[in-house]
């Protein structure tokens, strides 16, 4: 299944709305639920390809440390691409900005894929 063939509207506002709400109110859960078994999460600022329960512990921590409490927040769907990545920046409080790549299998709808980037 390509890209153009799912609504934009099942992706907004299954995984991308609760990516945004998950990031303004901490809440992990939201995240979770749209995470796949086998999801890969890389990131610069880790030492090691995480898991599934390594990320949600990641994220976890994070939102306990309210690192992301009134940030600006940013999703963009790429859409030139038919591999499916959502972008997501987010700017914190001190400035510094977090990109994501996303991917999800978009017959499960499922997030099989993050990469996180700090500049």
């Given at each position: 299944m390509l890209l153009q063939d799912i609504p934009m509207t099942v992706l907004k506002n299954d995984i991308l709305q609760d990516f945004a709400i998950a990031y303004r109110t901490s809440n992990i859960e939201l995240i979770a639920k749209h995470?796949?078994?086998e999801i890969r999460?890389?990131?610069?600022l880790c030492f090691g390809?995480?898991?599934r329960d390594g990320y949600i512990?990641?994220?976890?921590?994070?939102?306990?440390?309210?690192?992301?409490?009134k940030d600006e927040l940013t999703v963009i769907h790429d859409p030139y691409r038919y591999?499916?990545?959502?972008?997501m920046l987010v700017r914190?409080?001190?400035?510094?900005?977090y990109f994501y790549r996303?991917?999800?299998?978009l017959d499960s709808r499922k997030v099989t894929a993050i990469d996180?980037?700090?500049?």
């Open positions: 995470l796949a078994d999460y890389d990131s610069q390809t995480l898991n512990d990641l994220m976890s921590r994070r939102f306990a440390s309210k690192l992301f409490e591999t499916n990545p959502i972008l914190n409080k001190s400035k510094k900005r996303i991917e999800a299998d996180e980037c700090l500049f």
